[in-house]
Protein backbone atom coordinates (compact mmCIF):
# COMPACT_ATOMS: atom_id res chain seq x y z
CA UNK A 1 0.00 0.00 0.00
CA UNK A 2 1.30 3.43 -0.58
CA UNK A 3 1.92 5.48 1.94
CA UNK A 4 0.17 8.85 1.62
CA UNK A 5 1.84 11.11 3.83
CA UNK A 6 5.62 10.38 1.49
CA UNK A 7 5.33 13.45 -1.12
CA UNK A 8 7.70 13.65 -3.88
CA UNK A 9 9.66 14.87 -7.07
CA UNK A 10 11.84 13.74 -9.74
CA UNK A 11 14.51 15.60 -11.69
CA UNK A 12 17.24 14.82 -14.13
CA UNK A 13 19.83 17.46 -14.44
CA UNK A 14 22.73 17.56 -17.21
CA UNK A 15 26.30 18.33 -17.25
CA UNK A 16 27.57 21.42 -18.39
CA UNK A 17 31.56 21.77 -19.93
CA UNK A 18 32.71 25.36 -19.54
CA UNK A 19 34.19 27.07 -22.35
CA UNK A 20 35.07 30.53 -20.54
CA UNK A 21 36.24 28.98 -17.36
CA UNK A 22 35.11 29.56 -13.22
CA UNK A 23 38.00 29.44 -11.55
CA UNK A 24 38.42 32.10 -8.08
CA UNK A 25 35.67 33.17 -5.39
CA UNK A 26 35.36 36.51 -4.57
CA UNK A 27 33.20 34.84 -1.55
CA UNK A 28 33.59 31.69 -0.18
CA UNK A 29 30.69 32.27 2.11
CA UNK A 30 28.37 32.97 -0.86
CA UNK A 31 30.77 31.22 -3.47
CA UNK A 32 30.47 33.73 -5.78
CA UNK A 33 32.96 34.10 -8.76
CA UNK A 34 35.82 36.40 -9.25
CA UNK A 35 35.18 36.11 -13.13
CA UNK A 36 31.36 35.31 -15.30
CA UNK A 37 31.88 32.21 -17.18
CA UNK A 38 29.80 30.94 -20.23
CA UNK A 39 29.28 27.03 -20.90
CA UNK A 40 27.66 24.54 -23.14
CA UNK A 41 25.39 21.87 -21.49
CA UNK A 42 25.53 18.41 -22.43
CA UNK A 43 22.73 16.01 -23.43
CA UNK A 44 21.30 14.45 -20.52
CA UNK A 45 20.69 10.95 -23.43
CA UNK A 46 24.99 10.30 -22.45
CA UNK A 47 25.58 12.06 -19.11
CA UNK A 48 23.14 13.02 -16.46
CA UNK A 49 22.03 13.50 -12.65
CA UNK A 50 18.68 12.07 -11.56
CA UNK A 51 17.57 12.94 -8.08
CA UNK A 52 14.45 12.20 -6.45
CA UNK A 53 13.84 14.57 -3.52
CA UNK A 54 11.23 13.30 -1.37
CA UNK A 55 9.98 14.48 2.38
CA UNK A 56 7.37 13.43 5.11
CA UNK A 57 6.39 14.33 8.56
CA UNK A 58 7.61 10.54 9.50
CA UNK A 59 11.54 11.25 8.39
CA UNK A 60 13.47 11.94 11.38
CA UNK A 61 16.87 14.32 9.45
CA UNK A 62 17.58 15.55 6.25
CA UNK A 63 19.37 12.95 4.18
CA UNK A 64 20.95 12.17 0.70
CA UNK A 65 21.81 8.96 -0.52
CA UNK A 66 24.03 9.05 -3.78
CA UNK A 67 25.05 6.41 -6.12
CA UNK A 68 23.48 3.63 -3.41
CA UNK A 69 25.70 4.74 -0.67
CA UNK A 70 24.69 7.83 2.10
CA UNK A 71 26.09 11.09 1.79
CA UNK A 72 27.19 13.67 3.77
CA UNK A 73 24.58 16.92 3.92
CA UNK A 74 25.87 18.50 6.88
CA UNK A 75 28.28 20.69 4.96
CA UNK A 76 27.49 24.35 4.41
CA UNK A 77 26.86 23.86 0.67
CA UNK A 78 23.96 21.29 1.34
CA UNK A 79 22.49 23.53 3.98
CA UNK A 80 22.23 26.23 2.18
CA UNK A 81 20.32 24.93 -0.33
CA UNK A 82 17.65 23.41 1.64
CA UNK A 83 17.03 26.43 4.18
CA UNK A 84 17.06 28.51 0.77
CA UNK A 85 14.47 26.22 -0.73
CA UNK A 86 12.54 25.51 2.64
CA UNK A 87 12.07 29.81 3.02
CA UNK A 88 10.26 29.70 -0.32
CA UNK A 89 8.53 26.90 0.43
CA UNK A 90 7.30 28.65 3.45
CA UNK A 91 6.52 31.85 2.30
CA UNK A 92 3.91 29.98 -0.49
CA UNK A 93 2.58 28.16 2.66
CA UNK A 94 1.98 31.53 4.60
CA UNK A 95 0.08 32.74 1.81
CA UNK A 96 -2.21 29.72 1.53
CA UNK A 97 -3.08 28.06 4.32
CA UNK A 98 -4.53 24.81 2.44
CA UNK A 99 -1.24 23.72 1.41
CA UNK A 100 0.23 20.82 3.52
CA UNK A 101 3.36 22.18 5.25
CA UNK A 102 6.35 20.43 3.52
CA UNK A 103 8.89 23.08 4.88
CA UNK A 104 8.66 22.07 8.82
CA UNK A 105 9.32 18.55 6.93
CA UNK A 106 12.75 16.68 6.46
CA UNK A 107 13.80 15.88 3.14
CA UNK A 108 15.66 12.81 1.49
CA UNK A 109 17.37 12.57 -1.19
CA UNK A 110 18.26 10.22 -3.57
CA UNK A 111 20.75 10.85 -6.23
CA UNK A 112 22.27 8.78 -9.29
CA UNK A 113 24.75 9.85 -11.81
CA UNK A 114 25.09 7.54 -15.03
CA UNK A 115 28.99 8.35 -15.24
CA UNK A 116 32.24 8.98 -12.96
CA UNK A 117 32.00 11.13 -9.69
CA UNK A 118 34.09 13.78 -8.61
CA UNK A 119 36.28 13.17 -11.56
CA UNK A 120 36.49 16.23 -13.09
CA UNK A 121 33.24 15.43 -15.19
CA UNK A 122 31.26 18.15 -13.54
CA UNK A 123 29.31 15.71 -11.21
CA UNK A 124 29.28 18.15 -9.00
CA UNK A 125 27.34 20.42 -11.94
CA UNK A 126 24.82 18.23 -12.69
CA UNK A 127 24.53 17.06 -8.69
CA UNK A 128 23.63 20.36 -7.41
CA UNK A 129 21.34 21.32 -10.54
CA UNK A 130 19.01 18.27 -9.88
CA UNK A 131 19.06 18.76 -6.12
CA UNK A 132 17.14 22.13 -6.55
CA UNK A 133 15.44 21.39 -9.30
CA UNK A 134 13.86 18.34 -7.66
CA UNK A 135 13.04 19.77 -4.31
CA UNK A 136 11.56 23.22 -6.28
CA UNK A 137 9.42 21.00 -7.90
CA UNK A 138 8.26 18.85 -4.59
CA UNK A 139 7.53 21.95 -2.94
CA UNK A 140 5.78 23.47 -6.53
CA UNK A 141 7.79 26.66 -6.45
CA UNK A 142 6.99 29.23 -9.20
CA UNK A 143 10.76 30.87 -9.10
CA UNK A 144 11.95 30.71 -12.54
CA UNK A 145 15.66 28.76 -13.02
CA UNK A 146 17.34 32.01 -13.13
CA UNK A 147 16.33 32.37 -9.29
CA UNK A 148 16.92 29.00 -8.98
CA UNK A 149 20.22 29.33 -9.85
CA UNK A 150 21.13 31.52 -7.61
CA UNK A 151 20.31 28.23 -4.92
CA UNK A 152 22.70 25.92 -7.35
CA UNK A 153 25.36 28.37 -7.16
CA UNK A 154 26.00 27.84 -3.06
CA UNK A 155 25.85 24.06 -3.96
CA UNK A 156 28.78 24.05 -6.07
CA UNK A 157 29.16 27.09 -8.19
CA UNK A 158 28.88 25.54 -12.20
CA UNK A 159 25.84 23.61 -10.76
CA UNK A 160 23.83 27.24 -11.72
CA UNK A 161 25.02 27.03 -14.90
CA UNK A 162 23.03 23.27 -15.76
CA UNK A 163 19.98 24.82 -14.75
CA UNK A 164 19.44 25.80 -18.40
CA UNK A 165 20.28 23.76 -21.44
CA UNK A 166 22.40 25.50 -24.63
CA UNK A 167 24.77 28.29 -24.06
CA UNK A 168 24.83 29.81 -20.27
CA UNK A 169 26.38 32.74 -18.92
CA UNK A 170 27.23 32.97 -15.03
CA UNK A 171 27.59 36.22 -14.09
CA UNK A 172 29.60 36.99 -11.68
CA UNK A 173 27.58 40.13 -9.94
CA UNK A 174 28.22 43.28 -8.16
CA UNK A 175 26.47 43.23 -4.78
CA UNK A 176 27.49 42.42 -1.99
CA UNK A 177 25.02 39.68 -0.79
CA UNK A 178 25.53 37.74 -3.94
CA UNK A 179 22.01 38.21 -5.12
CA UNK A 180 22.75 39.23 -8.53
CA UNK A 181 25.25 36.08 -8.98
CA UNK A 182 23.01 34.02 -11.29
CA UNK A 183 22.97 32.03 -14.68
CA UNK A 184 21.26 32.92 -18.05
CA UNK A 185 20.37 31.39 -20.75
CA UNK A 186 22.50 33.11 -24.25
CA UNK A 187 21.13 30.96 -26.55
CA UNK A 188 18.62 27.61 -26.17
CA UNK A 189 20.02 24.47 -27.59
CA UNK A 190 17.83 24.56 -30.84
CA UNK A 191 20.11 27.74 -31.78
CA UNK A 192 22.88 25.69 -32.79
CA UNK A 193 21.99 22.39 -32.37
CA UNK A 194 24.71 20.92 -34.35
CA UNK A 195 27.17 21.79 -31.66
CA UNK A 196 29.07 18.10 -30.62
CA UNK A 197 31.13 17.23 -28.21
CA UNK A 198 33.38 14.41 -27.84
CA UNK A 199 34.92 13.74 -24.20
CA UNK A 200 38.24 11.49 -23.77
CA UNK A 201 38.21 10.11 -20.61
CA UNK A 202 41.88 9.75 -19.88
CA UNK A 203 40.99 9.26 -16.07
CA UNK A 204 38.28 8.62 -13.94
CA UNK A 205 39.81 8.70 -10.81
CA UNK A 206 39.06 11.20 -7.99
CA UNK A 207 41.01 14.43 -8.65
CA UNK A 208 43.79 15.02 -6.55
CA UNK A 209 42.67 18.95 -5.78
CA UNK A 210 39.28 19.40 -5.81
CA UNK A 211 38.12 22.37 -7.45
CA UNK A 212 37.39 24.53 -4.20
CA UNK A 213 40.66 24.29 -2.59
CA UNK A 214 42.49 24.87 -5.92
CA UNK A 215 40.68 27.80 -6.99
CA UNK A 216 41.37 29.46 -3.29
CA UNK A 217 45.03 28.90 -3.77
CA UNK A 218 45.36 29.89 -6.95
CA UNK A 219 43.48 32.98 -5.97
CA UNK A 220 45.95 33.18 -2.92
CA UNK A 221 49.28 32.90 -4.53
CA UNK A 222 49.04 33.21 -8.71
CA UNK A 223 50.49 36.75 -9.71
CA UNK A 224 48.70 35.96 -13.41
CA UNK A 225 45.40 35.29 -12.15
CA UNK A 226 44.27 38.82 -11.25
CA UNK A 227 44.90 39.97 -14.88
CA UNK A 228 43.07 37.04 -16.30
CA UNK A 229 39.91 37.62 -13.72
CA UNK A 230 39.88 41.15 -14.34
CA UNK A 231 40.78 41.98 -17.90
CA UNK A 232 41.14 38.41 -19.79
CA UNK A 233 38.15 36.71 -19.07
CA UNK A 234 35.63 40.12 -19.33
CA UNK A 235 37.14 40.72 -22.99
CA UNK A 236 36.38 37.37 -23.74
CA UNK A 237 32.91 36.91 -22.48
CA UNK A 238 31.91 39.69 -24.72
CA UNK A 239 33.52 37.75 -27.63
CA UNK A 240 32.06 34.76 -26.59
CA UNK A 241 28.56 35.49 -26.41
CA UNK A 242 29.00 37.19 -30.02
CA UNK A 243 30.56 34.10 -31.54
CA UNK A 244 27.74 31.65 -30.17
CA UNK A 245 24.56 34.17 -31.22
CA UNK A 246 26.34 34.09 -34.71
CA UNK A 247 27.14 30.48 -34.68
CA UNK A 248 30.66 31.35 -35.25
CA UNK A 249 32.44 28.30 -34.98
CA UNK A 250 36.30 29.65 -35.55
CA UNK A 251 36.13 31.73 -32.82
CA UNK A 252 34.23 29.43 -30.70
CA UNK A 253 36.89 27.52 -30.94
CA UNK A 254 40.02 30.25 -30.80
CA UNK A 255 38.53 31.32 -27.29
CA UNK A 256 37.60 28.18 -25.78
CA UNK A 257 41.08 26.90 -26.35
CA UNK A 258 42.82 30.14 -25.31
CA UNK A 259 40.60 30.07 -22.14
CA UNK A 260 41.66 26.26 -21.04
CA UNK A 261 44.98 27.37 -21.66
CA UNK A 262 44.70 30.46 -19.76
CA UNK A 263 43.53 28.16 -17.00
CA UNK A 264 45.71 25.99 -16.80
CA UNK A 265 48.27 28.51 -16.88
CA UNK A 266 47.06 30.47 -13.66
CA UNK A 267 46.96 26.85 -12.05
CA UNK A 268 50.80 26.35 -12.82
CA UNK A 269 51.47 29.70 -11.62
CA UNK A 270 49.94 29.03 -7.80
CA UNK A 271 52.43 28.18 -5.17
CA UNK A 272 52.89 25.06 -4.87
CA UNK A 273 51.59 24.29 -8.54
CA UNK A 274 48.53 22.76 -9.60
CA UNK A 275 48.39 20.33 -12.73
CA UNK A 276 45.25 18.98 -13.50
CA UNK A 277 46.28 17.95 -17.47
CA UNK A 278 49.33 15.08 -17.81
CA UNK A 279 50.81 14.15 -20.66
CA UNK A 280 47.74 12.03 -22.89
CA UNK A 281 45.57 15.62 -22.12
CA UNK A 282 49.00 17.55 -24.18
CA UNK A 283 48.82 14.41 -26.74
CA UNK A 284 45.04 16.04 -26.97
CA UNK A 285 46.04 19.31 -27.56
CA UNK A 286 48.13 18.14 -30.12
CA UNK A 287 46.07 16.12 -32.15
CA UNK A 288 43.23 19.09 -32.15
CA UNK A 289 45.98 21.20 -33.41
CA UNK A 290 46.83 19.54 -35.91
CA UNK A 291 43.39 18.49 -37.15
CA UNK A 292 43.10 22.45 -37.51
CA UNK A 293 46.55 23.17 -39.14
CA UNK A 294 45.49 20.19 -41.75
CA UNK A 295 41.89 21.41 -42.24
CA UNK A 296 43.37 25.02 -42.84
CA UNK A 297 40.74 26.04 -40.52
CA UNK A 298 39.63 25.66 -36.88
CA UNK A 299 37.37 23.14 -36.50
CA UNK A 300 37.70 21.60 -33.32
CA UNK A 301 38.07 23.51 -29.83
CA UNK A 302 39.77 21.46 -26.90
CA UNK A 303 38.96 22.38 -23.33
CA UNK A 304 40.07 20.65 -19.78
CA UNK A 305 38.69 21.07 -16.46
CA UNK A 306 39.99 20.40 -12.83
CA UNK A 307 41.30 17.05 -14.64
CA UNK A 308 42.89 15.17 -17.37
CA UNK A 309 40.08 14.42 -19.52
CA UNK A 310 39.68 16.35 -22.73
CA UNK A 311 36.54 17.76 -24.05
CA UNK A 312 36.62 18.51 -28.03
CA UNK A 313 33.56 20.66 -29.06
CA UNK A 314 32.80 20.68 -33.10
CA UNK A 315 30.43 21.23 -35.50
CA UNK A 316 28.76 18.10 -36.85
CA UNK A 317 29.86 19.73 -40.46
CA UNK A 318 32.89 18.52 -39.65
CA UNK A 319 32.59 15.30 -37.69
CA UNK A 320 34.41 13.02 -40.41
CA UNK A 321 37.86 15.31 -39.71
CA UNK A 322 37.34 15.21 -35.98
CA UNK A 323 35.83 12.19 -35.45
CA UNK A 324 37.71 10.00 -38.28
CA UNK A 325 41.01 10.89 -36.49
CA UNK A 326 39.74 10.49 -33.30
CA UNK A 327 38.69 6.91 -33.68
CA UNK A 328 41.89 6.06 -35.62
CA UNK A 329 43.79 6.82 -32.68
CA UNK A 330 41.46 5.40 -29.91
CA UNK A 331 38.95 2.76 -32.07
CA UNK A 332 40.24 0.13 -29.59
CA UNK A 333 38.21 2.13 -26.60
CA UNK A 334 34.58 1.67 -25.40
CA UNK A 335 32.09 4.71 -26.47
CA UNK A 336 32.47 3.89 -30.67
CA UNK A 337 29.42 1.53 -30.85
CA UNK A 338 26.46 2.11 -32.66
CA UNK A 339 25.47 5.37 -33.74
CA UNK A 340 29.77 5.59 -34.83
CA UNK A 341 30.14 2.97 -36.49
CA UNK A 342 30.25 4.25 -40.02
CA UNK A 343 32.70 7.28 -38.76
CA UNK A 344 35.51 5.72 -41.20
CA UNK A 345 38.88 5.58 -38.96
CA UNK A 346 41.53 8.34 -41.03
CA UNK A 347 43.20 11.65 -40.64
CA UNK A 348 42.87 14.63 -42.81
CA UNK A 349 44.70 14.69 -46.13
CA UNK A 350 48.11 16.04 -44.84
CA UNK A 351 47.72 15.30 -41.33
CA UNK A 352 51.04 14.17 -39.31
CA UNK A 353 50.22 10.61 -37.81
CA UNK A 354 52.96 10.83 -35.39
CA UNK A 355 50.78 13.27 -33.17
CA UNK A 356 48.09 10.45 -32.74
CA UNK A 357 50.48 7.29 -30.97
CA UNK A 358 51.02 9.40 -27.73
CA UNK A 359 47.64 10.05 -27.48
CA UNK A 360 46.13 6.13 -28.04
CA UNK A 361 47.60 4.52 -25.18
CA UNK A 362 46.12 7.22 -22.54
CA UNK A 363 41.92 7.37 -23.35
CA UNK A 364 40.35 4.61 -21.73
CA UNK A 365 36.88 5.95 -23.05
CA UNK A 366 35.54 7.99 -25.82
CA UNK A 367 31.99 9.79 -24.48
CA UNK A 368 30.05 11.42 -28.12
CA UNK A 369 27.77 13.86 -27.30
CA UNK A 370 26.31 16.97 -28.49
CA UNK A 371 24.70 20.38 -26.82
CA UNK A 372 21.04 19.05 -24.94
CA UNK A 373 18.48 20.46 -23.01
CA UNK A 374 18.61 22.12 -19.13
CA UNK A 375 16.75 19.68 -16.32
CA UNK A 376 13.75 17.47 -17.40
CA UNK A 377 10.78 15.89 -15.05
CA UNK A 378 10.47 12.88 -14.69
CA UNK A 379 7.17 11.11 -14.17
CA UNK A 380 6.04 9.71 -10.00
CA UNK A 381 6.10 6.00 -11.03
CA UNK A 382 10.06 6.66 -12.33
CA UNK A 383 10.93 8.29 -8.96
CA UNK A 384 14.24 6.32 -7.07
CA UNK A 385 11.81 5.49 -4.18
CA UNK A 386 9.50 2.68 -3.51
CA UNK A 387 6.00 3.09 -1.99
CA UNK A 388 7.30 3.12 1.42
CA UNK A 389 9.99 5.38 0.56
CA UNK A 390 13.16 3.30 0.45
CA UNK A 391 15.86 4.01 -1.88
CA UNK A 392 15.70 1.78 -5.36
CA UNK A 393 17.92 2.21 -8.29
CA UNK A 394 17.22 4.16 -11.88
CA UNK A 395 18.06 1.28 -13.48
N1 LIG B 1 24.08 13.55 -7.79
C1 LIG B 1 24.60 14.31 -6.85
N2 LIG B 1 23.80 14.85 -5.89
C2 LIG B 1 24.32 15.67 -4.94
N3 LIG B 1 25.64 15.99 -4.85
C3 LIG B 1 26.46 15.47 -5.79
C4 LIG B 1 25.99 14.62 -6.82
N4 LIG B 1 27.05 14.28 -7.60
C5 LIG B 1 28.13 14.87 -7.07
N5 LIG B 1 27.79 15.59 -5.99
C6 LIG B 1 28.68 16.35 -5.11
O1 LIG B 1 29.79 16.84 -5.85
C7 LIG B 1 31.01 16.31 -5.32
C8 LIG B 1 32.01 16.14 -6.44
O2 LIG B 1 32.40 17.41 -6.88
P1 LIG B 1 33.85 17.72 -7.41
O3 LIG B 1 33.92 19.18 -7.75
O4 LIG B 1 34.87 17.14 -6.49
O5 LIG B 1 33.97 16.83 -8.75
P2 LIG B 1 33.34 17.01 -10.17
O6 LIG B 1 32.18 17.92 -10.08
O7 LIG B 1 33.10 15.66 -10.74
O8 LIG B 1 34.50 17.71 -10.99
P3 LIG B 1 34.60 19.20 -11.62
O9 LIG B 1 33.60 20.08 -10.95
O10 LIG B 1 36.00 19.64 -11.38
O11 LIG B 1 34.33 19.03 -13.08
C9 LIG B 1 30.59 14.99 -4.66
O12 LIG B 1 31.49 14.58 -3.67
C10 LIG B 1 29.24 15.38 -4.07
O13 LIG B 1 29.38 16.08 -2.85
C1 LIG C 1 37.32 23.98 -13.75
C2 LIG C 1 35.83 24.24 -13.53
O1 LIG C 1 35.13 23.06 -13.87
C3 LIG C 1 35.62 24.60 -12.08
C4 LIG C 1 34.32 24.18 -11.49
O2 LIG C 1 34.33 24.42 -10.13
P1 LIG C 1 33.15 23.91 -9.16
O3 LIG C 1 31.87 24.48 -9.62
O4 LIG C 1 33.24 22.44 -9.02
O5 LIG C 1 33.62 24.63 -7.83
P2 LIG C 1 32.82 24.91 -6.47
O6 LIG C 1 31.99 26.16 -6.65
O7 LIG C 1 33.88 25.12 -5.44
O8 LIG C 1 31.97 23.69 -6.21
C5 LIG C 1 35.45 25.40 -14.45
C6 LIG C 1 33.97 25.64 -14.72
O9 LIG C 1 33.16 24.69 -14.68
O10 LIG C 1 33.65 26.80 -15.04
Redesign the pocket.
Known amino acids: MANPSIYHATATAP ?1 N ?1 AVIKYWGKASTKLNTPTNSSLSVTLSQDDLR ?3 TASCSASFESDA ?1 W ?2 GTP ?2 VS ?1 A ?2 QACFAELRALRKAKEDKDSSLPPLSTYKLH ?1 I ?3 NF ?13 A ?2 VRAIADLYELDESPTELSRIARQ ?2 G ?1 ACRSLFGGYVAWEKGDREDGQDSLAVQIESESHWPTMRAAILVISDA ?2 GV ?3 SGMQATVATSTLFPNRANFVVPARMEAMKKAIVEKDFETFAELTMADSNSFHAVCLDTIPPIFYMNDTSRAAVRVVEEINRSAGKKVAAYTF ?3 PNAVIYYDEANQDLVLGTLKKATSNVTGWSDKYTHINAAVPEGFNEAFLEPLAGGVSRVILTGVGSGPLKVPKEKALIDEQGNPRSAT
Open positions: VITITLLNHDNRSLSENPTAAGLASSAAGFAFGSSKKSSTDAG
